[in-house]
């Protein structure tokens, strides 16, 4: 199992950890809308920590290439360092094939004490789609599922009532607004535009040295 569950099973084991919050994600690359999102949910949904999961080859967006694991995994380690309360997970990123979050949850769940509680912390973009997602039944019993509101995407009371009839338990949690978007970062690199402050500063660095997005295919990315 992967470093960062293992110490997160230890703190369980302790008694500090109760409730988790997994924070999954392509992160081509890692922004403020996902780390906005992962903190306020933090606070809203009482977790004691957020585990950020970067998927291997993400279910929805197999018909685009993604920018290589490792890169992506060292973005995400370079955002949230310095956050005691944020960790991230290599688990799917090691996994061969397309990634599914249920995969994700059943091993979270048999690694990690009974009594921890999952989050599953989405967008409301990503949750409208939950109905589509693999095994998208046995998801319901796996975790809770926490959902922001994001521009453009609203999570409104028919679609709330739908995910919970289908067994979902939905947990609202208002964030601030950022319109930030991956896609909108890697069409800013490639036009040779600032996206200062819209990602933290290493990751803008990393970026940068790494020559990242500066083209739609370059060679960091995976056709
Ligand atoms: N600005 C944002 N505010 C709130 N949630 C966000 C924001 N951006 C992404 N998310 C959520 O973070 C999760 C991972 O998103 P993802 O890595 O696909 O980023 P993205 O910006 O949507 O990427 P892309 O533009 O490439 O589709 C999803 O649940 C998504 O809804
Ligand atoms: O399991 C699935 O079928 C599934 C389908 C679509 C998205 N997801 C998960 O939702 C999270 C956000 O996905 P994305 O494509 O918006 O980066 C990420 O953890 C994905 O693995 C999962």
Redesign the pocket.
């Known amino acids: 199992m992967d470093g960062a569950v293992e110490a997160l099973a230890e703190r369980a084991r302790a008694g500090e950890l109760g409730r988790l919050g997994?924070?999954?994600?392509?992160?081509?690359p890692v922004h403020g809308g996902h780390l906005v999102c992962a903190e306020q949910a933090r606070e809203a949904l009482g977790l004691d920590a957020v585990l950020f999961?970067?998927?291997g080859r993400?279910?929805?967006?197999l018909d685009r290439p993604v920018t290589d694991g490792e890169l992506r995994l060292a973005m995400l380690r370079a955002a949230v360092a310095g956050n005691d309360a944020f960790a991230v997970s290599a688990l799917?990123v090691e996994r061969p094939g397309?990634?599914?979050?249920?995969?994700?949850l059943r091993a979270l769940r048999a690694a990690l004490p009974d009594e921890v509680e999952l989050v599953?912390i989405?967008?409301a973009?990503?949750a409208l789609?939950l109905p589509?997602?693999?095994?998208?039944g046995a998801?319901a019993d796996l975790a809770a599922f926490g959902v922001a509101a994001r521009p453009g995407y609203e999570l409104d009371a028919a679609a709330l009532a739908d995910l919970s009839a289908r067994g979902f338990d939905i947990r609202p949690f208002a964030a601030t607004a950022l319109d930030i978007s991956?896609s909108d970062i890697r069409r800013r690199v490639s036009e040779e535009r600032t996206i200062r402050y819209l990602v933290p500063e290493p990751v803008r660095v990393m970026i940068e040295e790494q020559y990242l997005y500066r083209e739609e295919l370059d060679h960091g990315r995976l056709a």
Do not use: N
């Open positions: 997994i924070m999954g994600g392509t992160f081509d999961i970067p998927t993400p279910a929805f967006k799917e397309v990634t599914y979050a249920a995969d994700t599953f989405t967008g973009d990503a789609t589509r997602w693999r095994e998208s998801l991956s």
